[in-house]
Each structure stands twice: as structure tokens, then as C-alpha cells.
């Protein structure tokens, strides 16, 4: 399919609210969430497209393992982008409720997604539609209708993306990284979800918890900043690094960080995460006996 040349050039991974305003009508505004109603009562930015985050994921069978709440294939992530209105190669900012940094993990996972099948005209919308609301832009309640896209999924870029098979080889092996997105409680085996079979932590693991990387309005900190924390514990730009969560969900934050803002070649999601690790029975650590 010809590319088409766009309007706007999207100034990189992430996008203010001030740049968005200003080119608000040039490209497509996705609002990705995980509920139905709260789009229209709470209200959204002007001609944004809700996705349902929910739509984003299915079920894949991995070495004989079925896992829930997992990539889409091709087609029917195809079918799921153009339904909001996507077009090919066209600029999209993906921006989500923001009333928490899980609320920030519906859009970076679908970010990881449209990366993942080649769409790289899209960029986050810093602080998402709570932050536009706030400084008193317009929004409304209004139930938007979008034109049917022609977006179809390019081959998928398997570097950005970690199987289990591929995280076993990275433990074992000291040139690459492991990185635990999850909260402390969870990394050390205090709590763990009701759905993932095992408490603690995949072996040699760094904890880097996805709720650090932001500020208290829930903008991203400075990139010095996430590049001193990232080296702090212990990940570095030209080692392979694979995030991994619960269900893949808030690690595609901390993905988002080392690949789009920090510039990690090697950086990959572990989609299947602690769900596909413990269902295949593989060992973690807690410090709880």
C-alpha cells in the first residue's frame, strides 16, 4: 500500500498538551481505556476516538500453555484499528483517562502494539485527557463516530517483543536484562494476583516499578532523570532488556521509557509476563519462605 504524506509530523514519542491543541484537527486521537461509560460521563478531548483497551488483548496458545490477555494476531488487530478510524501511516496520539499510572499502561501497551505491526507515526499525549481537562481545554460527552480505517498490520518487529522462551535464555544469561515493572510487595512475594499462580519474581529480575517514572501530575519525569534511575538498578542502554509486569499491561510503561524515551535498542516486552512464566511453571524468587 502507497504511503500517504500527512499533514504533521509528530515531534516524537511523547506530545504535550500545548502541541496537541495546536494540531489537534492534523491527526488522530485515540482515548484508550478499560471501561465503557467513563468516556462519555467523565468526558473526553474534542473528536477523540475511544478505544476499548479490553478489545486490544486475546487468547494465544504458547509451547502448549493457553494465556489470556495477550497480543492480538495481525488480522484481528487490523480489524480492531481500523474500526477506530485508523488510516495507514497515519499520525495518531494515543491518550487514556489519566487518573492513575495504570490508566497510562492501556495507551503504552497499544503503543507497544502499533510498534510492534509497524506503525511508528504515533506518540502519548503527556498527562493524557486529565491533565487537558484540568487546564480547562475543551471536552465534551458526546458519543464520536469514526470513518472506517484502511490500517493493516506491517510484519511484526520481533525485537520489540520477548517470548518465554527468549526471557529463560536472557536469566541465564548475564549480558542481558530482566526487568520486574510491578510494586515492591509483589517483586518480593508479599502480594501476589489472584490469576498468576506464583508469588516473587523471575531470577535476576531488577525491580523498576512503573509508578516511579512520573510526576505527581502523571507526566513523565525528565529523561535524565529515567536514564540515572534506570542505571541504578543496573540496566544499561546496550544490554537487552525485557519488561514484564502481571499480564504485560503497566511493563509496557516501563518499555515505552527505555525504547521511546531512553533510546535502548535492545528493549523488548515480555508480553506473556508473570502469567505465562508461572502457567509454564518456571521458578521464581520471593523473599518469603
Known amino acids: 500500500m502507497a504511503s500517504t504524506a ?10 504535550s498538551t500545548d502541541w496537541l491543541a495546536e494540531h489537534q484537527e492534523e491527526v488522530l486521537v485515540l482515548d484508550v481505556r478499560n471501561d465503557d461509560a467513563s468516556f462519555l460521563e467523565s468526558g473526553h478531548i474534542i473528536g477523540a476516538i475511544p478505544l476499548d483497551f479490553r478489545k486490544a488483548r486475546g487468547s494465544e496458545d504458547e509451547g502448549g500453555v493457553t494465556l489470556d490477555s495477550m497480543n492480538l494476531p495481525p488480522e484481528e488487530f487490523s480489524a480492531l484499528m481500523q474500526s ?15 487518573r492513575g499510572p495504570d490508566d497510562v ?22 498527562g ?11 471536552f465534551w460527552g458526546e458519543e464520536e463516530e469514526p470513518e472506517p480505517g484502511d490500517f493493516v498490520a506491517a510484519e511484526a518487529d520481533d525485537a520489540v517483543h520477548a517470548t518465554t522462551e527468549d526471557v529463560k535464555a536472557m536469566v541465564d544469561d548475564p549480558g542481558q536484562d530482566v526487568l520486574d515493572a510491578r510494586f515492591f510487595s509483589f ?18 529480575a531488577a525491580l523498576f516499578p512503573f509508578d516511579g517514572v512520573f510526576t505527581a501530575d502523571l507526566t513523565f519525569r525528565p529523561t535524565e532523570q529515567l536514564d540515572a534511575a534506570a542505571t541504578a538498578v543496573g540496566l544499561a542502554a546496550d544490554r537487552p532488556v525485557a519488561a514484564y509486569c502481571n499480564t504485560g499491561h503497566v511493563s509496557a510503561i516501563s518499555w515505552f521509557v527505555l525504547s521511546e ?10 508480553d ?18
Not at 477506530?84 to 489519566?98: A, F, N
Not at 493524557?128 to 475543551?138: N, Q, V
Open 187 to 204: 517483586y518480593v512475594g508479599m502480594d501476589k494476583r489472584d490469576t498468576i499462580p506464583k508469588a516473587g519474581h523471575i531470577p535476576t
Open 105 to 126: 499502561g492501556y495507551a503504552a501497551y497499544v503503543y507497544w502494539q502499533l510498534k510492534y505491526y509497524g506503525h511508528d507515526n504515533v506518540a502519548l499525549l503527556d
Open 128 to 138: 493524557g485527557t486529565d491533565r487537558w481537562i484540568a487546564e480547562d481545554r475543551e
Open 84 to 98: 477506530v478510524g485508523l488510516d495507514q501511516d497515519e499520525p495518531v496520539v494515543l491518550t487514556h483517562r489519566g
Open 6 to 15: 500527512w499533514a504533521v509530523d509528530l515531534p516524537g514519542p511523547l506530545v
Open 272 to 289: 506473556g509476563s508473570m502469567l505465562a512464566w508461572a502457567k509454564h511453571d518456571l521458578p521464581t524468587e520471593t523473599a518469603l519462605k
Open 261 to 270: 524515551l531512553l533510546g535502548y535498542q535492545g528493549a523488548s516486552l515480555y
